[in-house]
């Protein structure tokens, strides 16, 4: 059974950082692509950023380019999200997920490109 477990949410104020954490289990991390999403209240879950199994590939949504890195350690099978210069509109539950299947990479931007999702860790950014 494959778990995801998503950690190092919290409360920071504007132009500060967090560096989100997704543990893995139950799955061979190293073959996994992996990606992570977010949900503001009242709003569909969007694509943040994506990483292919051996790290040399990056994807990230424009409203986060520059200021977020994704990243993995698969002795480790965690992928990191470290985000910078946060803003107020940076506020959402943070998903990550796995993607099993080695879909194409144009499927990664996508919630339909992954199997497997952690249960997601709260980011508030104060104005």
């Known amino acids: 059974q494959v778990q995801l477990v998503e950690s190092g949410g919290g409360l920071v104020q504007a132009g500060g950082s967090l560096r989100l954490s997704c543990a893995t289990s139950g799955a061979t991390f190293s073959t996994c692509n992996m990606g992570w999403f977010r949900q503001a209240p009242g709003k569909d879950r969007e694509f943040v950023a994506a990483?292919?199994?051996?790290?040399?590939?990056?994807y990230y949504a424009d409203s986060v380019k520059g200021r977020f890195t994704i990243s993995r350690d698969n002795a480790k099978s965690t992928v990191y999200l470290q985000m910078n210069s946060l803003k107020a509109e940076d506020t959402a539950v943070y998903y990550c997920?796995?993607?099993?299947?080695?879909?194409?990479?144009?499927?990664?931007?996508?919630?339909?490109?992954?199997?497997?999702w952690g249960q997601g860790t709260q980011v508030t950014v104060s104005s």
């Open positions: 997920a796995a993607d099993l299947k080695i879909r194409a990479p144009a499927r990664a931007y996508q919630t339909g490109g992954y199997d497997y």
């Open positions: 990483i292919s199994r051996s790290g040399r590939n990056t």
